[in-house]
């Protein structure tokens, strides 16, 4: 049973950073790629990142391309989300996914997938 544990989220302004960090379990995670994905308020689940399970390829939506870096611990079973120079539009609820994302994935696909509780970002102006 694929089990997932956000945390690291937290209240910030603009500028600021944050690093959230995702413990899994249940599955074969070396193998594994992971993702991140958010849902704004009244917004759809939106993808973020992916990274692959060796760690030799991230991807990037383009709003978050330059300020945010995807990274993985394998032996730890952790995934993580350095989120730098944080803009308020990246307020949102952030969950970690068991999956390969990209911009084709729609909210509705995202939402059927095993998420965590997630952890909630909050930047102010």
């Known amino acids: 049973q694929v089990q997932l544990l956000e945390s690291g989220g937290g209240s910030v302004q603009a500028g600021g950073s944050l690093r959230l960090s995702c413990q899994t379990s249940?599955?074969?995670?070396?193998?594994?790629?992971m993702s991140w994905v958010r849902q704004a308020p009244g917004q759809e689940l939106e993808w973020v990142s992916t990274?692959?399970?060796?760690?030799?390829?991230?991807w990037y939506t383009d709003s978050v391309k330059g300020r945010f870096t995807i990274s993985r611990d394998n032996a730890e079973k952790s995934v993580y989300l350095q989120l730098n120079s944080l803009k308020v539009e990246d307020t949102a609820l952030y969950y970690c996914?068991?999956?390969?994302?990209?911009?084709?994935?729609?909210?509705?696909?995202?939402?059927?997938?095993?998420r965590g509780q997630g952890t909630q970002v909050t930047v102010s102006s």
């Open positions: 990274i692959n399970s060796e760690s030799s390829y991230t």
């Open positions: 249940g599955f074969e995670f070396s193998t594994s790629y």
């Open positions: 996914v068991k999956a390969f994302l990209g911009p084709w994935a729609t909210g509705s696909a995202i939402a059927t997938m095993p």
